[in-house]
């Protein structure tokens, strides 16, 4: 079976997490795989075949990809094209989305594109019944999965340049919070030498971020890289993660780490209470603002105790909201 995974991008969600992880997921099953989605974002850290798509690909033109690739198979996260292609040639398709997902480009033809689905599967916690105006009567709802990696301190990655490592991620932008984060380091990075901080990020803003690191001589203690480098590696290895986010665009990344068994603080943007019982699991400081975070910070930093007994409660969300489950309800 040949399954292409459409990745679509949107102002406040990216199909990029979970086309990753399912594409990986479905190899291993035996089935052969191509991800496609904006050239710029593919993660090319994986083993997976890749083809990036126009921006403004018509059916027309991504059913000619289909017919190119002799798909069997589509399976799209918030990409309603990739369904239109299918449909014309009728190859059976599964649609993705996260509830009340804000289309970048809404489709006119979504309720009666939607109901010629195979699967309609949406990402939602709500107790509420399904919208079936959007979705569909057989349209099912799912827990956002996630995505884990086992921890361990060895083969450490060449970004983490001391022995206790922190890893933040999200857009390099004023959204990202990376600024206020910036702030926090600059002033507990002399008492903690031994500690690096890497910011993976993407997007505008990264010479702005440089600029404060150079002024205020973090080079030895901080690295940006780009958000193609493979985060899960980065989890792997890393001792405590960051989420400095002033809006919910990066809570897939917090669910990740908690489920990874690292201990992670997070501003209290809407969503992040949903996995983070604060001083348990977890630590939720206010949104924008300097010294919450570097009093959390500091305390994770200096407290090891802390930080492993909030570390082996985070690890619970992998079985709270299982990947193997979300799979299983993808498959067709």
Not at 97 to 118: F, R, S, Y
Not at 145 to 172: D, L, M, R, S
Not at 306 to 321: C, L, Y
Request: proline residues 5%; hydrophobic residues 45%; glycine residues 6%.
């Amino acid at each position: 079976m040949k399954t292409i995974l459409f990745i679509g991008t949107h102002k406040n969600y990216s199909g990029l997490r979970l086309a990753a992880a399912l594409g990986t997921a479905l190899v291993w099953k035996g089935e052969e795989v191509l991800l496609a989605g904006n050239g710029e974002e593919l993660p090319t850290y994986l083993q997976l075949p890749m083809t990036a798509i126009p921006s403004k690909a018509t059916a027309k033109t991504l059913a000619t990809l289909l017919q190119k690739n002799h798909i069997e198979k589509v399976i799209s996260l918030a990409y309603l094209p990739g369904c239109e292609a299918a449909l014309s040639l009728n190859i059976p398709f599964v649609y993705i989305e996260p509830e009340n997902l804000k289309e970048a480009k809404p489709v006119k033809n979504k309720k009666d594109l939607l109901a010629k689905a195979q699967k309609v599967v949406v990402i939602g916690s709500s107790d509420k019944a399904l919208n079936q105006k959007i979705y569909g009567a057989n349209a099912i709802r799912v827990a956002n999965p996630a995505i884990w990696v086992e921890h361990y301190n060895y083969h450490k990655p060449a970004c983490f340049k001391k022995e206790n490592n922190i890893v933040a991620a999200g857009p390099f932008g004023k959204e990202g919070g990376f600024d206020v984060l910036l702030k926090t380091w600059a002033r507990l990075s002399p008492a903690h030498t031994t500690w690096h901080l890497t910011l993976v990020g993407y997007g505008a803003g990264k010479a702005a971020l440089q600029k404060f690191i150079a002024q205020h001589k973090l080079q030895d203690s901080t690295q940006l890289v780009d958000a193609d480098t493979d985060l899960y590696s980065l989890l792997r290895n890393a001792d405590i993660y960051i989420n400095p986010a002033r809006t919910p665009a990066q809570l897939d990344e917090l669910l990740d780490a908690m489920a990874s068994k690292l201990p992670v603080i997070t501003t209290d943007v809407p969503g992040a209470d949903e996995y983070v019982q604060n001083g348990i699991n977890g630590l939720i400081v206010n949104v924008n603002e300097e010294e919450p975070l570097t009093i959390a910070l500091d305390e994770l930093m200096v407290n090891w105790g802390k930080r492993v007994g909030i570390a082996i409660e985070a690890s619970k969300q992998k079985e709270k909201f299982p990947f193997d489950d979300f799979v299983t309800h993808v498959l067709i």
